[in-house]
């Protein structure tokens, strides 16, 4: 049987289709759920959506702005009745040392991981409250643990360490509503992200620094995510769990 048959699966910045919210919901698909994937409106959500099947839909929604992510949230209930898993993915980085960071650059980055995963989750809470369930899970990164993943900045690191935050604070909040809330760190992941943007140089030093020897792939952390998300890890609330090959063991 499925893991997830019944349940609504709302994935942030889930569009792009070599990026690890596609393939999470995908996953969560092939669970059973049926799926609203949100995202901006040239990354284009519905396309994307239709790619995992009729059931599903997409949304344009910007996670930095609230009233879109009441919009999004409401349409979701109406379509699709119940929302019981969020995955807080949308997130954006810049390669920057730390006397280059403008506010302009704090804001961008700090506003969609941050700033977006507090909005989404107020937007789909209430309904997880009324459902007496929930599962939040948010992407955060071995940036946020270790200082600095390899490409992002540090207002990268801090954005990513404030989610880890706010998720362990709601998940204390929440856990008599039994909405649990847990994060995932990804470490060095091939997608649009960090594209063409290892030097060769550097490669084989970052391989070396993983002991698993390899990259990862966007299914290593949707896997993971299928698990917070469902039944599984219904005791888990508050954790954040590595996806990182051993990059970082702590
Ligand atoms: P990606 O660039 O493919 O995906 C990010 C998605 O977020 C895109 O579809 C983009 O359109 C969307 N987005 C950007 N701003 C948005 C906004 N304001 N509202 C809604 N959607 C918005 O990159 P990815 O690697 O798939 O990243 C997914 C998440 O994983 C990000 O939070 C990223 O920081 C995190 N992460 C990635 C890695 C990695 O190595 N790839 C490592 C650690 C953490």
Do not use: W
């Amino acid at each position: 049987s499925q893991l997830l048959e019944g349940k609504v699966a709302v994935i942030t910045g889930g569009a792009g289709l070599n990026g690890l919210g596609f393939a999470t919901a995908r996953m969560l698909a092939a669970q059973g759920a049926r799926i609203a994937i949100l995202d901006l409106e040239q990354a284009n959500p519905a396309g994307a959506a239709a790619e995992l099947g009729p059931q599903h839909i997409g949304l344009v929604a910007n996670v930095t702005d609230k009233a879109s992510c009441d919009a999004a949230a409401a349409e979701i209930l109406k379509q699709l009745g119940r929302i019981d898993v969020l995955v807080n993915n949308a997130g954006i980085t810049q390669p920057r040392k730390t006397l280059d960071i403008t506010g302009a650059d704090y804001d961008a980055v700090l506003d969609v991981s941050l700033r977006g995963t507090l909005y989404m989750s107020q937007a789909v809470i209430p309904a997880m409250q009324k459902q007496k369930n929930g599962s939040i899970v948010c992407i955060s990164s071995v940036s946020a643990q270790r200082g600095g993943g390899i490409l992002g900045g540090p207002h990268y690191s801090a954005a990513k360490a404030g989610v880890l935050g706010l998720a362990k604070a709601m998940a204390r909040e929440y856990g008599a509503d039994n909405i649990r809330v847990n994060c995932i760190t990804p470490g060095l992941i091939a997608t649009d992200i960090n594209k063409g943007k290892i030097p060769e140089d550097r490669r084989a030093a970052i391989l070396e620094s993983i002991p698993l020897g390899c990259i990862g792939e966007p299914n290593d952390v949707a896997g993971c995510v299928v698990f917070l998300a469902s039944e599984l890890s219904k005791y888990c609330t508050g954790i954040t769990l590595d996806v990182n090959g051993g990059m970082l063991i702590h």
